[in-house]
Nanobody, 115 residues
């Protein structure tokens, strides 16, 4: 069983930056994909970015050039550096880990960007 714990959310002004972290624990297979998704009020959960265990990344078009996903495999931790934040980035951000056909979600962390 895998547990994910996110941290780093908060309130920031438009144009500012935040860094999210997600630490995984439990039975973690070395080959996996970790990622960040977000869900704004009244909207569906959407992909923000993913990163494989060998470092292959994928980003939503809306965040390319402003957000950077990275990971530390030794710490089983994934990060999301968010720069030039816009009010439309306001959402609950969820960490995910997918491995061997199974997926796990974190509890989510709130990001609020004020205009």
């Amino acid at each position: 069983q895998v547990q994910l714990v996110e941290s780093g959310g908060g309130l920031v002004q438009a144009g500012g930056s935040l860094r999210l972290s997600c630490a995984a624990s439990g039975s973690i297979f070395s080959i996996n994909v970790m990622g960040w998704y977000r869900q704004a009020p009244g909207k569906q959960r959407e992909l923000v970015a993913t990163i494989s265990s060998v470092g292959t990344t994928n980003y939503a078009d809306s965040v390319k050039g402003r957000f950077t996903i990275s990971r530390d495999n030794a710490k089983n931790t994934v990060y999301l550096q968010m720069n030039s934040l816009k009010p439309e980035a306001t959402a609950v951000y969820y960490c995910s880990l997918c491995s061997r056909g199974f997926g796990t979600w974190g509890q989510g962390t709130q990001v609020t960007v004020s205009s």
